[in-house]
């Protein structure tokens, strides 16, 4: 039972450049999030899912896209980079009926 | 949406002393409110939680209290131990759109 797993653990991007980061749960958990954590800001929610197939916008959403195609995979897009979404980006999973949220390890993200 | 504030952004206590932390929320429909500790260089783990229909909740040297008519919320935790340091978050929300505090840094001296 691994929990949350993130890929990759770093990635370093060329402004408007794209990339997928991927989030994998094996906990069969409804719920999948993306978080990102700057300092001093705490972490805010990007993108969230309620369930394979569907996807929701959170706090921050711009710049970003998401898909939940497998309800074991939350996937995270970058369309074309910037420097302001340079970051920690963290995904998180919890079942429908409980309230604990799993954190995965953490994608260290830096665009130049 | 939601609006977390969270007070003190870093805080020294000696080892044994008691610490509180202490975060407000806007949205009177958040019903759940966790706390989180995050080691350096770690993802932020879970430590304690409370529901919108209790008051208050202890687990060992850690509790927490809730003031749903004041929208407050507050973490306490006895007896401190220099393995207590760490960066602390508050969150409010509905379960499926939780919204964090900026973070305390709590450093524990021996």
């Known amino acids: 039972n691994a929990g949350v797993t993130q890929t990759p653990k770093f990635r370093v991007l060329k402004t408007g450049q794209s990339m997928t980061l991927l989030c994998a749960q094996d906990?069969?958990?409804?719920?999948m999030y993306w978080y990102r954590q700057d300092p001093g800001m705490g972490l805010r929610l990007i993108h969230y899912s309620v369930g394979e197939g569907t996807t929701a916008k959170g706090e921050v959403p711009d710049g970003y896209n998401v898909s939940r195609l497998k309800k074991q995979n939350f996937l995270l897009g970058l369309e074309s980079a910037a420097p302001s979404q340079t970051s920690v980006y963290f995904c998180?999973?919890?079942?429908?009926?409980?309230?604990?949220?799993?954190f995965g390890p953490g994608t260290r993200l830096l665009v130049l | 949406g939601e609006n977390v504030e969270q007070h003190p952004s870093t805080l020294s206590v000696q080892e044994g002393d008691s610490a509180v932390i202490k975060c407000t929320y806007s949205?009177?429909?958040?019903?759940?409110f966790p706390w989180y500790k995050q080691e350096l260089g770690k993802r932020p783990q879970l430590i304690i939680d409370?529901?919108?229909?209790?008051g208050e909740k202890k687990d060992q040297r850690i509790a927490v209290t809730l003031n749903k008519t004041a929208k407050h919320f507050s973490l306490h935790i006895t007896e401190t131990q220099p393995e207590d340091s760490a960066v602390y978050f508050c969150?409010?929300?509905?379960?499926?759109?939780?919204?964090f505090g900026a973070g305390t840094r709590l450093t524990v001296k021996p």
């Open positions: 969150a409010a929300g509905l379960f499926y759109d939780m919204r």
């Open positions: 409370i529901r919108s229909n209790v």
């Open positions: 906990m069969n958990h409804e719920y």
């Open positions: 998180a999973s919890r079942t429908g009926r409980g309230e604990t949220q799993y």
């Open positions: 949205d009177s429909a958040s019903n759940y």
